[in-house]
């Protein structure tokens, strides 16, 4: 079983539409960190947000949010009034510690979303 | 402030060549780690350096080694390339909260 589970593979919107990108992820720790990533079609990986286990917060920042909720073990990402730029692959991440104390990363495969002008 | 690098950005080998990526950072990260991407996987640790010093086995390790040279540099080799090995490699570091720094990646293809 997937940690991190990106279920739509790829969406395709039309501008000015809004877009939930989902995350579902998977873990027995109570500390572990979730994290979104943007690759653009240029192929560069872009950081976008963290977020603790402790943090149930919502974020908003700009035309993107964030919905944690840790009842359903989901990280969801939304885009509000979707332009072309964001155009992209986007990567759902789960950190968790292993023996020693590092927190390593496991990602989602992505959900490839195409906006249309 | 150049981040992370990365060379070369393209590579063409032939099954059974070597070749070494090379990956270096300038953000005084202590962890350091290798990734692969293929399509539809996303992206699958290879090895990681927590620490200069130390290296340890991620998901798909077998085929690749690696050397944590200092705490800037940490590359990856291939011993005997395999067209199995075709993918675009990233290298990124990590800060103390956990975020991801990467590299522009490697294509590389074995025929």
């Known amino acids: 079983a997937q940690k991190v589970t990106q279920a739509q593979t790829e969406i395709s919107v039309v501008e000015k539409e809004d877009v939930t990108l989902d995350c579902v992820y998977e873990t027995r720790d109570t500390t572990y960190y979730l994290f979104w990533y943007k690759q653009p079609p240029s192929g560069e990986l872009v950081f976008l947000i963290r977020r603790n286990s402790f943090d149930e917060q919502n974020e908003i920042s700009g035309r993107y949010s964030w919905n944690f909720q840790k009842s359903t073990s989901s990280f969801n990402f939304t885009i509000t009034a979707s332009q072309v730029v964001d155009s992209a692959v986007y990567f759902c991440?789960?950190?968790?510690?292993?023996?020693?104390?590092?927190?390593?990363?496991?990602f989602g495969r992505g959900t490839s979303l195409i906006v249309h002008p | 402030n150049a981040g992370v690098t990365q060379t070369p950005k393209f590579q063409v080998l032939k099954t059974g060549q070597s070749m070494t990526l090379q990956c270096a950072q300038d953000?005084?990260?202590?962890?350091m780690y290798w990734y692969r991407q293929d399509p539809g996987m996303g992206l699958r640790l290879i090895y990681y350096?927590?620490?200069?010093?130390?290296?340890d086995k991620g998901e798909v390790p077998n085929g690749y080694n690696v050397s944590r040279l200092n705490k800037r540099e940490f590359s990856l080799r291939l011993e005997s390339a395999a067209p199995s090995q075709t993918s675009v490699y990233f290298c990124?570091?990590?800060?103390?909260?956990?975020?991801?720094?990467f590299g522009p990646g490697t294509r590389l293809t074995v025929t």
């Open positions: 350096s927590a620490s200069e010093g130390t290296t």
């Open positions: 991440a789960l950190s968790e510690a292993i023996s020693g104390g590092s927190y390593i990363p496991t």
């Open positions: 953000m005084n990260h202590n962890s």
């Open positions: 990124a570091s990590q800060r103390q909260d956990y975020e991801q720094y």
